[in-house]
């Protein structure tokens, strides 16, 4: 841990810092969550400029009100992955566009534990993902970089499956490293995507 810790710590004194600062203030202020959940449908086993790109494309209100067709071939214009599957999730998700209000008065646990059993296409990595890029600081986004940096810096076992229980148990491990740097689950996850990507993006 202590050598992450380092090159964490390293990030923090350079020029990184302020995009981070600012894309989490970006995060607190995002007001089109149901735009930001389509996102994170997108983002499901997919890379996430091409999720980037479509959300840019169709935006909220084509999330909202384009047809099937249309928000497929976005997906598959920007070659994305499973164009089928993730056009259809995203109409069938429009029966909560009202997010923000469905969820308001939960805690982000039992925000998560609603998104991963009502929103079909959404896990626990994707759930977490959404209620960070809305403003929620306390969950980790497990997705393959975090893991693998994880797993290289001897921190846990990479899993075979990502069920729920050996999420829980890694976001555990997760949070240990928030405790010894000072940070919330949604700045390290900037730091620690950055240290195995290169890249501050959502």
């Known amino acids: 841990m202590e050598k992450l810790i380092g090159h964490i710590n390293l990030l923090r004194r350079s020029s990184i810092k302020n995009k981070i600062d600012s894309r989490l203030k970006e995060f607190e202020n995002n007001n089109e969550w149901f735009s930001e959940l389509c996102f994170c449908i997108l983002t499901a086993n997919s890379k996430a400029k091409t999720a980037i790109n479509i959300q840019n494309e ?101 899993p075979k499956n990502l069920n729920k229980r050996n999420y829980i148990k890694i976001e555990g491990e997760f949070k240990k490293i928030c405790d010894r740097t000072g940070m919330s689950c949604a700045e390290l996850d900037m730091y620690m995507w950055h240290l195995k990507t290169g890249e501050v993006l959502k």
């Open 58 to 158: 169709l935006g909220e209100d084509g999330f909202l009100n384009y047809g099937l067709s249309k928000i497929r071939e976005s997906i598959i214009r920007n070659k994305h992955r499973f164009p089928n599957n993730k056009s259809r999730f995203i109409t069938e998700a429009r029966k909560f566009k009202d997010i923000k209000n469905i969820l308001n008065g939960k805690d982000e646990f039992d925000a998560r534990e609603f998104l991963a059993k009502n929103v079909k296409g959404i896990g626990y990595k994707e759930a977490s993902h959404f209620l960070r890029n809305v403003g929620y600081k306390n969950l980790a986004i497990l997705d393959r970089h975090i893991i693998t940096l994880m797993a290289e810096n001897k921190l846990i076992e990479k």
